[in-house]
């Protein structure tokens, strides 16, 4: 599956393929900061409604999913202000198009029919997309081509994307 392919459907694959679309090229050229920026509140977003199914319908129940939940709101809230609504209208999880509904469903049914104790498939598939998250934000401070506030922005959602990786494990004691 490549980057511009819809992403299967088992929730793991959407995931992936989230975190592959962070950062590909548009139309062969390396994307302008601002729009790498709205792939980033993007995937905050696709992090939050996976995070709430989860707080909603996991068992056992983590406090870990819920402050997924905060942490992933606060950061769109900040960038909302740093990509502007045209860029968050075409990156956005879009309620309209029956998006948030479909990766809700896709949470819902991997807890009902395939998740099992001790299974640690969506954990990963969120330690891998918020790695991405974190990869992106590091190189959007650093990038001279981004405007101050697009840098600002970025610094300031980074630690997001970090506690979002320690939650679902990624520092392998997230649990």
Same mark, same amino acid.
Not at 50 to 53: D, I, K, N, R, T
Not at 55 to 58: I, L, P
Not at 60 to 63: I, K
Not at 79 to 86: I, K, R
């Given at each position: 599956?490549?980057?511009?392919?819809?992403?299967?459907?088992r929730?793991?694959?959407?995931l992936?393929?989230?975190?592959r679309?962070l950062?590909?090229?548009?139309a062969?050229r390396?994307?302008p900061?601002?729009?790498?920026?709205a792939r980033?509140?993007?995937?905050f977003?696709i992090?939050g409604l996976?995070?709430?199914?989860l707080?909603?319908?996991?068992l056992?129940?983590?406090?870990a999913?819920?402050l997924?939940?905060?942490?992933t709101?606060?950061a769109c809230?900040v960038?909302?202000?740093?990509?502007? =609504? *045209?860029l968050i209208? &075409?990156? $956005? %999880?879009d309620? #309209?198009?029956?998006?948030?509904?479909?990766l809700?469903q896709?949470?819902?049914?991997?807890?009902?029919?395939?998740a099992?104790a001790?299974?640690t498939?969506?954990?990963?598939?969120?330690v891998t997309?918020?790695a991405s998250?974190c990869?992106?934000l590091d190189?959007?401070?650093?990038?001279?081509?981004?405007? =101050? *506030?697009q840098r600002? &922005?970025? $610094? %300031?959602?980074? #630690?997001h994307?970090?506690?979002?990786w320690?939650?679902y494990?990624?520092?392998?004691?997230?649990w």
């Open positions: 599956m490549t980057v511009s392919e819809p992403p299967g459907r929730l793991r694959e959407v992936a393929h989230e975190a679309a950062t590909a090229p548009a062969d390396p994307a900061p601002v729009v790498l920026l980033a509140r993007r995937a977003a992090a996976v995070s709430l199914a707080a909603e319908h996991a056992p129940a983590r406090d999913h819920a997924g939940v905060r942490l709101d606060a809230a960038l909302d202000s740093a990509v502007g =609504p *045209e209208t &075409a990156y $956005r %999880a309620l #309209g198009r029956g998006e948030a509904g479909y809700a896709l949470a819902e049914l991997h807890l009902a029919f395939h099992q001790g299974d498939v969506i954990d990963d598939a969120m997309l918020s998250l990869d992106l190189a959007l401070t650093a990038n001279e081509r981004a405007i =101050p *506030e600002g &922005a970025a $610094r %300031a959602v980074a #630690g994307a970090r506690e979002l320690a939650l494990g990624g520092d392998a004691g997230g």
